[in-house]
């Protein structure tokens, strides 16, 4: 416990954490249940880390147990000013959680809308901002992103320092990378400094023949992507991995691939 990961160092030496989103324009692919197995994964390991949830579908939350009902206050009263990081911070299985509900998909129409042009001159990096109140405080902060072309997942790209795509192995999931990094390079091009650090297969099912054919033809096709690589980590559809997620009781005793998934990814021991 207690090591310290290899994180960039500002002129006076402050370390900044790693900001990392699980992103796909294709839902039903793992991001949730990948977030926060990585997150309790990295606490395992002894790394101080923090999930922030912009899926207005609030999943993190009853990840980790908790009631969505119950959060007075959210990851979107941060981004529109009427709350700091440090009010909606809640803690379980020793990760540091800043949630969302279903407030979050007025972000769009809040911070777009005419009259309020001046109260958000730059709505697209208010995650960026508010990420700035607690970014020396954890070697990773990973964000929970959702499917949709929309102001949360714009302002999680912006403020992330990488991104992890899953995949699952079937035709329409796989289009959902293309999508995805057509979005990401967009963001890319015009001067935001952000790393695909690579193509995560999920909830592969060993007897499937199909999962096996297209994780083939994935790494055959990525392997011809120098800047895009797949894992060689794949995690497997595991009934205990809905059941801990189900009970919101995350365990990563019992989803020991994401544990691999970690060492890998960030090359740590």
Same mark, same amino acid.
């Given at each position: ?8 160092? !500002? ?74 990081? +440090? ?48 970014? !020396? ?8 992103? +959702? ?23 079937? #035709? ?13 390079? #967009?963001?890319?091009?015009?001067? !935001? ?31 011809? !992507? ?44």
């Amino acid at each position: 416990m207690g090591k310290h990961s290899k994180t960039s160092n !500002t002129a006076n030496n402050t370390k900044t954490a790693r900001i990392i989103s699980v992103a796909s324009q294709k839902g039903g692919v793992g991001k949730t249940a990948t977030v926060t197995n990585m997150a309790v994964g990295l606490v395992s390991l002894g790394y101080k880390t923090a999930i922030i949830d912009m899926d207005a579908q609030g999943h993190i939350a009853l990840s980790f147990g908790i009631k969505k009902i119950d959060l007075k206050k959210t990851i979107y009263n941060v981004l529109i000013g009427e709350a700091k990081m +440090s009010d909606i911070k809640q803690n379980a299985f020793g990760v540091d959680l800043y949630l969302s509900n279903s407030s979050l998909s007025d972000l769009g129409p809040k911070v777009m809308a005419h009259q309020n042009v001046k109260l958000f001159p730059a709505p697209k990096y208010l995650l960026r901002k508010a990420i700035s109140q607690i970014k !020396t405080q954890y070697d990773y902060i990973l964000i929970d992103t +959702s499917p949709s072309n929309d102001m949360p997942i714009i302002n999680s790209l912006l403020a992330s320092t990488d991104i992890i795509i899953p995949v699952l192995p079937e #035709g329409l999931s796989i289009d959902g990378i293309y999508e995805t990094i057509l979005l990401i390079k #967009g963001i890319q091009e015009q001067g !935001t400094k952000i790393n695909i650090l690579g193509v995560l297969p999920t909830m592969v099912q060993d007897h499937t023949n199909l999962h096996h054919v297209k994780l083939q033809e994935l790494r055959k096709e990525f392997a011809e !992507t120098p800047d895009i690589k797949v894992f060689d980590t794949v995690i497997k559809r595991a009934i205990r991995h809905g059941i801990a997620q189900t009970h919101g009781e995350p365990d990563i005793n019992k989803a020991p691939e994401y544990l691999s998934f970690v060492k890998e990814v960030f090359a740590i021991a």
